[in-house]
Nanobody, 124 residues
């Protein structure tokens, strides 16, 4: 069974940091790209970042470039999203997902397996 489990969300003040984790199981980790998405209340789901596991290529949304960093620990089948200098507008439920296309993409239609999400709330 394919499982993606997010953790690390919480409530923080603006300017602080959080690190989200996405623990993957049930598939060959290296064969996929893993993306992070977020969805705020009343808004569409948007891509945040994506990482191709086998060669480390990354892509970021313009809104998070320079503040967020995606990485992986392949021995642990885990992808991380380090979020620094958080802003109230980063408040959302954050999801990780996998795509079989070995490309760094943030098109949600290309992702077939999703985690349950973790809430990130940034207070002003």
């Amino acid at each position: 069974e394919v499982l993606l489990v997010e953790s690390g969300g919480g409530l923080v003040q603006a300017g602080k940091s959080l690190r989200l984790s996405c623990a993957a199981s049930g598939f060959t980790f290296d064969d996929y790209a893993i993306g992070w998405f977020r969805q705020a209340p009343g808004k569409e789901r948007e891509g945040v970042s994506c990482l191709t596991i086998n060669n480390g290529r990354t892509v970021y949304a313009d809104s998070v470039k320079g503040r967020f960093t995606i990485s992986s620990d392949n021995a642990k089948n885990t992808v991380y999203l380090q979020m620094n200098s958080l802003r109230p507008e980063d408040t959302a439920v954050y999801y990780c997902a996998r795509t079989p296309f070995n490309i760094e993409t943030m098109d949600p239609s290309l992702f077939g397996s999703w985690g349950q999400g973790t809430q990130v709330t940034v207070s002003a």
